[in-house]
């Protein structure tokens, strides 16, 4: 088992910036990718960005890319999502997600999921 907490959701106005952080404990060793995804009222839940653990190849959202960078420190087993320039389109509850499974990030079953927070972001 993998748990997962999520931090650093909050109310910004348009144009600013908030980090994520996903901590992570538990049998954390089998953990092959983290993922980023959020779900907007009455909307389905998206992806976002993704990470693998070794090596630290990411993977966007056409979305998020270039505002967004999605980062990992292996020896806090600690994931980020860096979000800059926000737009009120991106108002969702934000979750992290843990795989064990190989394969494209983007598109992987998450066998483990955060509580989620919140992010607001105001025009």
């Known amino acids: 088992q993998v748990q997962l907490v999520e931090s650093g959701g909050g109310l910004v106005q348009a144009g600013g910036s908030l980090r994520l952080s996903c901590a992570a404990s538990?049998?954390?060793?089998?953990?092959?990718?983290m993922g980023w995804f959020r779900q907007a009222p009455g909307k389905e839940r998206e992806f976002v960005a993704g990470?693998?653990?070794?090596?630290?190849?990411?993977y966007y959202a056409d979305s998020v890319k270039g505002r967004f960078t999605i980062s990992r420190d292996s020896a806090k087993n600690t994931a980020y999502l860096q979000m800059n320039s926000l737009k009120p389109e991106d108002t969702a509850v934000y979750y992290c997600?843990?795989?064990?499974?190989?394969?494209?990030?983007?598109?992987?079953?998450?066998?483990?999921w955060g509580q989620g927070t919140q992010v607001t972001v105001s025009s």
């Open positions: 538990g049998r954390t060793y089998s953990s092959y990718a």
């Open positions: 990470i693998k653990w070794s090596g630290g190849s990411s």
């Open positions: 997600a843990a795989s064990n499974r190989l394969g494209y990030v983007p598109l992987l079953p998450y066998d483990y």
